[in-house]
C-alpha cells in the first residue's frame, strides 16, 4: 500500500524557516518524481514545487520561488521542503503528491501538515 | 484568485448526473491535453479522479467522466450517490515557457 506520511508543520512567525519532511512507503521511491502542493485554510490547491526522480530538475511556482528548496533522500524514502522568509499567505496544509506518469498528475497524496505562519 | 475557473458549487439528486466546468485559456487547458480531476472529502486528501483530459485512473468507477472543449474542461458525474459528496478540482499544465500547473478554485458538490 502506497503511503506518504508528511511531518514537520507547526507555528512559525513571519520571516522564520521550516522544514516538512515526508515519508513514503509502499513503492519504488527512486522511480517516482514528487511533489508538494498546499492548500490555505477553506481555500482551494495551490502547486508549490516539483522534483525529478533524480534530483536533476526542479521546478517552482513563482509564488514560492527563491524562498523554499524541494529536496529528495532517495536512501531514506523521503521528500523534503525547506522553508525560508515564511510569509503570512504561507499559511496551508502542505501535501506530498506523488507524480502519475508526466509530471502533470498526482495519483497518491499524504493527509498533510500544518504549517501557520503567525506573529 | 486562481488560475482555472469553477463553479463555487452544484448540485443533483441522487441517480441524476451533475456536469462542472473548469474553464482557463489557451495557456493552460486549451493547449494541453494535461487536465486532471481530484475529489476531497472534508479534512481528506485530495483523491485522483481523472488525468489527461478523459482517463479514468485505476479503481475510479465509470460513473466518473471527463471532457474538454476548447478551453473548458468538464467532469460529469452520473448517477449521484451520496458518497459523491465532496469538493472537486480541476488541474492543468500551464508551462509553455516554464514548468507551471495550475489548479482551479474548486466546486462543492451536493447530493440532494
Known amino acids: 500500500e502506497v503511503q506518504l506520511v508528511e511531518s514537520g508543520g507547526g507555528l512559525v512567525q513571519p520571516g522564520g524557516s521550516l522544514r516538512l519532511s515526508c515519508a513514503a512507503s509502499g513503492f519504488t521511491f527512486t522511480t517516482y518524481s514528487m511533489n508538494w502542493v498546499r492548500q490555505a485554510p477553506g481555500k482551494g490547491l495551490e502547486w508549490v514545487s516539483y522534483i525529478s526522480r533524480s534530483s536533476s530538475t526542479k521546478y517552482y511556482a513563482d509564488s514560492v520561488k527563491g524562498r523554499f528548496t524541494i529536496s529528495r533522500d532517495n536512501a531514506k524514502n523521503s521528500l523534503y521542503l525547506q522553508m525560508n522568509s515564511l510569509r503570512d499567505e504561507d499559511t496551508a496544509v502542505y501535501y506530498c503528491?506523488?507524480?502519475?506518469?508526466?509530471?502533470?498528475?498526482?495519483?497518491?497524496w499524504g493527509q498533510g501538515t500544518l504549517v501557520t505562519v503567525s506573529s | 484568485q486562481s488560475a482555472l475557473t469553477q463553479p463555487p458549487s452544484a448540485s443533483g439528486s441522487p441517480g441524476q448526473s451533475v456536469t462542472i466546468s473548469c474553464t482557463g485559456t489557451?495557456?493552460?487547458?486549451?493547449?494541453?491535453?494535461?487536465v486532471s480531476w481530484y475529489q476531497q472529502h472534508p479534512g481528506k486528501a485530495p483523491k485522483f479522479m481523472i488525468y489527461?483530459?478523459?482517463k479514468r485512473p485505476s479503481g475510479v468507477p465509470d460513473r466518473f467522466s471527463g471532457s474538454k472543449s476548447g478551453n473548458t474542461a468538464s467532469l460529469t458525474v452520473s448517477g449521484l450517490q451520496a458518497e459523491d459528496e465532496a469538493d472537486y478540482y480541476c488541474?492543468?499544465?500551464?508551462?509553455?515557457?516554464?514548468?507551471?500547473?495550475?489548479f482551479g478554485g474548486g466546486t462543492k458538490l451536493t447530493v440532494l
Open positions: 489527461e483530459v478523459s
Open positions: 489557451s495557456n493552460d487547458v486549451g493547449g494541453y491535453n494535461y
Open positions: 488541474s492543468s499544465y500551464a508551462g509553455s515557457n516554464n514548468f507551471e500547473l495550475v
Open positions: 503528491a506523488r507524480d502519475f506518469n508526466s509530471g502533470y498528475e498526482f495519483d497518491y
